[in-house]
């Protein structure tokens, strides 16, 4: 990563804004989210779902969420 850059790279070149992953909740919750760049989700550990990234765009809504399994949340 870029020292310089006000973004956070991923693999595939898309990037997510430090300032937006700051600044989202979990859409259920409310509660502040874990940033898994590997797996490119945003996870909330309190609803017990992962909402994906795609082409650095968080999908936030419910429906494009997976269920986090025993081993997501030994993770955190």
């Known amino acids: 990563m870029n020292d ?4 956070t790279s991923l ?12 600044l989202l909740v ?3 919750t409310k509660t502040r989210l874990i940033y898994d ?7 909330s550990k309190a609803a017990g779902l992962a909402f994906p990234i795609r082409n650095g765009v968080p999908l936030m809504i ?4 997976r ?3 025993d081993a997501d949340l ?3």
Do not use: F, Q
């Not at 693999?11 to 700051?22: N, S």
């Open 4 to 7: 310089n850059s006000d973004e």
């Open 62 to 65: 419910e429906e494009a969420a």
């Open 26 to 28: 979990c859409p259920l």
């Open 67 to 69: 269920k986090l399994t």
């Open 37 to 43: 760049a590997a797996a490119r989700e945003l996870l």
């Open 74 to 76: 030994r993770r955190l």
């Open 11 to 22: 693999d595939d070149g898309t990037a997510v804004d430090p300032k937006l992953l700051e």
